[in-house]
T-cell receptor, first 112, second 116 residues
Framework: AQSVTQPDIHITVSEGASLELRCNYSYGATPYLFWYVQSPGQGLQLLLKYFSGDTLVQGIKGFEAEFKRSQSSFNLRKPSVHWSDAAEYFCAVGNQGGKLIFGQGTELSVKP | SAVISQKPSRDICQRGTSLTIQCQVDSQVTMMFWYRQQPGQSLTLIATANQGSEATYESGFVIDKFPISRPNLTFSTLTVSNMSPEDSSIYLC?????????????FGPGTRLLVL
């Protein structure tokens, strides 16, 4: 069965520091992978996606993610975090049928 | 991306009543989805709504509790029936966009429901 694991429930980083949010998935075929962000009181915004090809994908707001098939991972990174990045981040895996399976989310806090 | 709106944005309801949530898209889309996000939890798919056919419900969700309509390619409704406090959640609709090419789901802003 498909599943997504985000091992870190809550992460705190200092503003300007680098960030890496972890995501591991379980899926029998080549996965479609997504990262979404949910700011307080908001809906979900797509940060980036991976379908195939280059394993390093660039997204909006300076985020990037790297697909590593050998590790079944799709970690999200940002070189320098801004206070406005404080939010909940969700990793998701999808299939051609359109269904998305979401991880539990990682809450990011940013210290001034 | 497609622009998605939901109504109402939030509501407070009494137990035993029903609430209908609307989802409007600015483009014609084939597949629409409804999700529930319980407090402090991740998103769980309730059902998939394709225009012209009955909605397909995920395990644990039934049509009597969450009836869905999909009258055209830009609109859908989800009703939460006979509500109890356990139904307090954020309900989000999403659509696949663009059509037919590496579809990606885009989400509406959500409806925040509190049941007393």
């Amino acid at each position: 069965a498909q599943s997504v694991t985000q091992p870190d429930i809550h992460i705190t980083v200092s503003e300007g520091a680098s960030l890496e949010l972890r995501c591991n998935y379980s899926y029998g075929a080549t996965p479609y992978l997504f990262w979404y962000v949910q700011s307080p009181g908001q809906g979900l915004q797509l940060l980036l996606k991976y379908f195939s090809g280059d394993t390093l994908v660039q997204g909006i707001k300076g985020f990037e993610a790297e697909f590593k098939r050998s590790q079944s991972s799709f970690n999200l990174r940002k070189p320098s975090v801004h206070w406005s990045d404080a939010a909940e981040y969700f990793c998701a895996v999808g299939n051609q049928g359109g269904k998305l399976i979401f991880g539990q989310g990682t809450e990011l806090s940013v210290k001034p | 991306s497609a622009v998605i709106s939901q109504k109402p944005s939030r509501d407070i309801c009494q137990r035993g009543t029903s609430l209908t949530i609307q989802c409007q898209v600015d483009s014609q889309v084939t597949m629409m989805f409804w999700y529930r996000q319980q407090p402090g939890q991740s998103l769980t798919l309730i059902a998939t709504a394709n225009q012209g056919s009955e909605a397909t419900y995920e395990s644990g969700f039934v049509i009597d509790k969450f009836p869905i309509s999909r009258p055209n390619l830009t609109f859908s409704t989800l009703t939460v029936s006979n509500m109890s406090p356990e139904d307090s959640s954020i309900y989000l609709c999403s659509v696949e966009w663009p059509q037919g090419v590496l579809e990606t789901q885009y989400f509406g802003p959500g409806t925040r429901l509190l049941v007393l």
